[in-house]
């Protein structure tokens, strides 16, 4: 049986979008309220479903976004398949413990009115999905989604200030505690033609501080 008829007739008042294949485990069928030309928003839920089409969990938020391309017309109780690029659901392993987790769009409250999420890690004990105060803090407070280097087990936010100054913070995940912060790199192009670069490390619980300036030209190629 396929997750549309598993959903019912309740969905029908609402635009409905699937995403198959949103991770190596799970597939996404998206409802909203809102839809216009070729941008969704509003309130809306996200329902996870495994491979055998069994629904996992329902998961709601006052501020889903995604974007439609010219040839998707979404009308109400029609089906539109969605890509990954366009979906408000990303699934990755978030906090390495080697289970999926989610991140659902919740509007666009990051800096400069960037892209936010909500957080959610999957709980072995529950058996399902837990909201994560600490990554949702961290994914609804930069430049879109923060980027996951699972070889590395960091987490990596962006930011910017002004016309010139970028930010990258890297997270360590500790196990049962959460993220220490352990590295923050702060590039400043205020002056013409040069880029100060000031990074800070965490290194055996003891931040370092190096600074090094470099010519416009050969740092931005």
Known sequence: ????????PLCFGQYQFEVKNASRS???IIHVDHCNNDRCDGKGTVELFDRK???VQTFTSEGLVLELNQNQKPGLGKMIQLTQ????????????????DIAIRNGNMGNYMAASYDVYVFNSTRMGFVKSKEL?????????IFDVDAKRKRLISYGKSGCCNMFTTE??????KGLDKVLEKEEDSSEEG??????????NDKWRTKTKVYPSEQYNR
């Open 194 to 203: 040069r880029v100060k670069v000031t990074t800070r490390e965490k290194i």
């Open 1 to 8: 049986m396929s997750a549309i008829v598993l959903l019912g």
């Open 85 to 100: 690029q366009q979906s408000p659901v990303i699934i990755d392993d978030f906090n390495f413990d080697g289970t999926e």
């Open 136 to 144: 949702t803090d961290l994914a609804s407070n930069s430049l879109d």
């Open 171 to 176: 997270y360590a995940v500790i196990p049962n």
């Open 26 to 28: 799970y597939d996404a």
């Open 53 to 55: 089409n069994a629904k």
